[in-house]
């Protein structure tokens, strides 16, 4: 299946969402040294991809 422009730039808004997402999380975790069984908990309930998602409006403007 071929992917419009918009369809690959929804995608990268995603991915580029979570990676920030992540860095969050991540500091998060370093800066209130947080114990490891812990921090993988934290990063399965705050970490799931399919979660970020752009959704564009009917006027093609993004809804985020």
Do not use: C, H
Not at 28 to 41: C, D, F, M, T, W
């Amino acid at each position: 299946m071929l992917q419009t422009p918009l369809d690959i730039g929804i995608r990268f808004i995603e991915t580029l969402w979570y990676s920030f997402a992540s860095r969050i999380v991540e500091k998060a975790i370093e800066v209130y040294n947080v114990e490891p069984e812990r921090a993988e908990l934290l990063k399965q309930k705050f970490l799931k991809r399919g979660e970020f998602q752009v959704i564009v409006g009917p006027s093609g403007q993004s809804d985020l």
